[in-house]
C-alpha cells in the first residue's frame, strides 16, 4: 500500500514537471523567452516607466535576478531603459514594439492557469494544497530552495529559448 501511495504521488509530481517543461516549450517557439523572461516583460509593460526595483517587488525575484533578466530583453530590443527626468540616478523600464508585439501573441503562461484555477478553489482546499506541496518540497530536500513563484523548472535568469531546446 505505501508503495501505491508513493508510486502514484511520484506520477503526479512528474506530471506536473512535464507540464512545466511543456509549458516553458510552447512559450519558447510563440516567443523565444523564457517563462520569466515573459513575465519580467509583461510586468514591464503593465507598469510603464516602472523601476527595476518595482518590477522585483512584484514578481518577487531578487534585484540581482530582474537585472539579469532585464539586460536580455535589453539586448533582444524587447524593452529599453531610460533614466528619469526627475531623478537621473532611477532607472525606468519600458517595452519597444517589439516587446509589446511579444506581449501580445504570448500563449497564457502555465502560472498564470494554475493562478486562476487555484484562486477558484476553496480557502481550505487552497491551504491543504499549500501544505502537502511544502511537505513535499521539505522530503525532498528543498524547502530552504530560494524560489520564485513561477513554474518552470530551469534557472530563473537563463539565457532564453535555446535553453530550452
Known amino acids: 500500500m505505501e508503495t501505491e501511495i508513493a508510486n502514484a ?3 503526479a509530481l512528474r506530471r ?3 507540464a512545466a517543461e511543456g509549458g516553458s516549450r510552447k512559450l519558447a517557439v510563440a516567443t523565444g523567452l523564457t517563462p520569466s523572461q515573459m513575465l519580467v516583460l509583461r510586468e514591464i509593460d503593465a507598469q ?3 523601476t527595476p526595483g518595482a518590477i522585483a517587488r512584484q514578481l518577487q525575484f531578487s534585484q540581482a535576478t530582474i537585472t539579469a533578466i532585464v539586460d536580455r530583453l535589453v539586448a533582444l530590443d524587447l524593452a529599453a531603459r531610460t533614466r528619469s527626468d526627475r531623478d537621473k540616478r532611477q532607472i525606468l523600464l519600458s517595452t519597444t514594439a517589439e516587446g509589446r508585439r511579444r506581449v501580445a501573441e504570448a500563449p497564457d503562461m502555465l502560472q498564470e492557469i494554475f493562478t486562476g484555477r487555484f484562486g477558484a478553489l476553496p480557502p481550505w482546499e487552497q491551504a491543504m494544497i499549500l501544505a502537502s506541496t511544502e511537505r513535499l518540497a521539505a522530503l525532498l530536500g528543498a524547502a530552504e ?3 520564485a513563484p513561477l513554474l518552470d523548472s530551469g534557472a530563473i535568469d537563463r539565457a532564453g529559448a535555446a535553453d530550452l531546446a
Open 9 to 11: 504521488t511520484l506520477k
Open 16 to 18: 506536473v514537471l512535464r
Open 48 to 50: 510603464p516607466a516602472g
Open 145 to 147: 530552495m530560494d524560489a
